[in-house]
């Protein structure tokens, strides 16, 4: 099938940095991502649509000045977590659906771990 | 928005069982239901999908039943193996958007 791919899967950063990770379809051009946050022993909750060549779109309470999102290529979506705080300390996990896969099915990465001293 | 429900939370089941795991929807519109295994600190991985025309689908040991009217839809695992044990998360997917909504997920436990 096809494959995400994530990097890097684990980072410490100190608190007032930011953090950039990056989400790759590698075998497939994916027009849109989707990041996602996971907090320990909790679900897997949606923070913004990826959209290629154009601005990201945000879930309702996620902040789009934190969590900068860029998708510049067709297999390169980015996310960038500004002035990191420990409690953005989280599972962070990207996907796509390849269009010319199985129709609605989505791949995962493996995810980041970030943690923020 | 779509509210994706999942019970149980943590399941048990002794070695060579079956277990079975609920969820339900809110949104008539989604149409596509796919299963998420999940292990330590990785990301989900699908294991089975089904799409809101089917009744039912079977991969070896795993089904998932859909009851579009009730709007709701399970896992069934036979013969479960050690290897089963980690959490399972069932998603809801609306084709207007694209969005993936996850329920809580469900930590199954194998017994030996």
């Known amino acids: 099938g096809a494959v995400v791919s994530q990097h890097p899967s684990w980072v410490i950063c100190k608190s007032g940095t930011s953090v950039k990770i990056e989400c790759r379809s590698l075998?497939?051009?994916?027009?849109?991502m989707f990041w996602y946050r996971q907090f320990p022993k909790q679900s897997l909750m949606l923070m913004a649509t990826s959209n290629e060549g154009s601005k990201a779109t945000y879930e309702q309470g996620v902040e789009k000045d934190k969590f900068l999102i860029n998708h510049a290529s067709l297999t390169l979506s980015t996310l960038t977590v500004t002035s990191a705080h420990p409690e953005d300390s989280s599972f962070y996990i990207c996907?796509?659906?390849?269009?010319?896969?199985?129709?609605?099915?989505?791949?995962f990465g493996q995810g980041t771990r970030l943690t923020v001293v | 928005g779509e509210n994706v429900e999942q019970h149980p939370s943590t399941l048990s089941v002794q070695e060579g069982d079956s277990a079975v795991i609920k969820c339900t929807y809110s949104d008539s519109a989604s149409n596509y239901f796919p299963w998420y295994k999940q292990e330590l600190g990785k990301g989900p991985q699908l294991i089975i999908d089904i799409r809101s025309n089917v009744g039912e689908k079977k991969d070896q040991r795993i089904a998932v039943t859909l009851n579009k009217t009730a709007k709701h839809f399970s896992l069934h695992i036979t013969e479960t193996q050690p290897e089963d044990s980690a959490v399972y998360f069932c998603a809801a997917r609306m084709n207007r958007d694209d969005k993936i909504i996850f329920g809580k997920g469900t930590r199954l436990h194998i017994l030996p």
């Open positions: 996907s796509a659906r390849d269009p010319m896969g199985p129709p609605l099915s989505a791949f």
């Open positions: 075998d497939f051009q994916a027009t849109t």
